[in-house]
């Protein structure tokens, strides 16, 4: 088999194993797989229409990029993002919402329970959008999810804009 | 004066002509969106032995179906987490292959989507297609 050919195989392939890297053992071997007899198959059905590297260079397109070889990876940074976004925000309730003793009980046990169910509404959201991964983008349950996720949100901001508002208030 | 209404029919021309353009391709993406499925749970019903990925796409295209593997293989992976194929790894003239074949769920559900098919593909060209 031509050499370049053989080249371009290789760095494809290794092309998508870094697409897949978040994916199991074994579905990666399907994938690679799926991929490597794919590309045998185009070359044993075109040979003698074109010349190797051209029928691997044609099937590569068609293939698609590799580092988009698998809309997982997308939905996993998509999932990685917005989960970073949330726990930074969750560390920052956390550490800088929990109000100081200095403050009358009152307003302090009213911010106390503002901020632990902005932490539970926010690990909430990210066990959602974790549950998310492994639900098909195109059924109702994920726009359920999505919707609920939204409105989690929503209420998220304005107990993070209450509480922000309370203790400038205090201050 | 005339040249920028003219230019402005020109660019009024074009953009209209690309979003029709848009309009149609996004029409046929949704249709061919569900009926690709039907078909190639169809053509992998109807082959007597089991088929593969490669093969699956030549058909479609002898058939004037259009299809790209980045197309065809994610519908297969649909349809095999569904259980309405099952495939197994297969050495085929030296050369490994992921033989497709279909379940009885798949089976079932195909012959239940068939008579839907029909029925809606029936009650939609007599009003698709009726002239004045």
Known sequence: MDKEAILLIEKYLEGVKKSIKHLSKEERKDYINTIKSHLYDALEDQKGILSEIEIIKNTIKDLGPSEKIHYMRERFIEFSVFTFIQIVFLIGVLFSFIPPLTISSYISEFLKILSIFLAIFLVINILLSSLQLAINRRSSIYKKIHYLQIILMAINIVLFASIAILIKVIK | ?132
């Open chain 2, 1 to 132: 004066m005339y040249n920028t209404q003219y230019s402005n029919l020109v660019f009024f021309i074009s953009k209209s002509k690309n979003s029709s353009e848009q309009i149609i391709n996004n029409w046929i993406k949704q249709l061919r969106k569900g009926i690709l499925e039907l078909a190639i749970l169809s053509y992998v019903k109807n082959k007597e032995s089991k088929t593969y990925g490669y093969e699956l796409i030549k058909n479609m295209k002898n058939n004037n179906i259009n299809i790209d593997s980045n197309t065809m293989y994610p519908i297969l992976r649909r349809l095999e987490k569904s259980k309405l194929i099952e495939s197994l790894w297969k050495t085929q003239n030296n050369q490994p292959r992921k033989l497709f074949k279909i379940t009885e769920e798949g089976k079932f559900i195909l012959s239940e989507l068939r008579k839907e098919w029909n029925i809606f593909y029936r009650n939609t060209n007599k009003i698709i297609n009726k002239e004045n």
